[in-house]
């Protein structure tokens, strides 16, 4: 476990339950893409609009490929701003 | 964007989509015909069977118009050929340089094209939309064997398109044109062919340019058409 990846707020998780389609219980920072079964790429397409209609960010396409875990998808939006302890 | 744009058909449909109010650029490798195309469409030559001169045609529009929002692949080549033909003194089967070659322009330029504009869409988060032309002959035309082929991988990638990328806002269809009145297919059918074919159509007559072109406008404005693949045959095949 990575303890530097951060943990989700509980508006992240469900956003992110949503996409994967896993419980939120599940989602914490440590858990990369090769621990879900269906993180590919076309749930990444899902995920980038997701979280950029939820919180109105535009990822650019470093950001997308930077997003390899649920800690990297939170570091990625603290860098624009986005609270995600909410 | 309009490949093979610059005459027939795609000039149709380039300029019935300029009528309602787009912007249109026509890539075609025939710099004739580039050169006498219509006040307000511009263009420029290029071959969409080559990767390289397709990604610096979509980075220049990507630079002048700020990148494509619709993008009509319509470039390809009709070929008839046989399986097997026996009235050639050599009872010859198909050839397959020509059978690489009508895949290459009709199935592999519709791909490189696409790709590298669904790429820049989705890098630009543009809300696109994606028309290939397909054709009649993807039921399996006897007579076709390559270009039914590509048609029928044309009319696949639509609906992979239209699923991959539908959720990011873009959508990809199909018009799959019967025996249209265009140079191209009085070139691939003897008159004769097509006189049968014009009989066996229950409109008796062949479609028009501007019925393809009206057909790609409905599905490129209609934001709720996606993986549609729509014959436009008169009726031939039902």
Known sequence: ?86 | MVTGGAAGLGLAIASHLQSRGARVHVLDKDADALGRLPAGISGQPADVTQPEQVRAAVAAIGESAGGVDILVNNAGWIHSEPLVNLLESSGGSHDPDRFRRCLEANLVSAFLVGSVVAEQMVRKRKKGVIINVSSVSAEGNPGQTAYAAAKAGVNAMTVVWAKELGRMGIRCNAVAPGFINTESTRKALAPAALERLRDLCPLRRLGEPSEVAHAVALLVENDFANGAILPLDGGLTI
Do not use: C
């Open chain 1, 1 to 86: 476990m990575n303890p530097a990846a951060p943990d989700p707020g509980p508006r992240l998780r469900r956003i992110l339950a949503g996409v994967f389609r896993t419980p939120e219980p599940s989602l914490r920072g440590s858990l990369k893409r090769e621990d879900l079964g269906n993180w590919d790429s076309l749930k990444q397409m899902d995920l980038v609009h997701s979280l950029e209609t939820e919180y109105g960010v535009v990822l650019e396409i470093e950001d997308i490929v930077a997003m390899t875990s649920v800690g990297e998808i939170a570091r990625v939006l603290q860098a624009k701003g986005v609270k995600i302890e909410d």
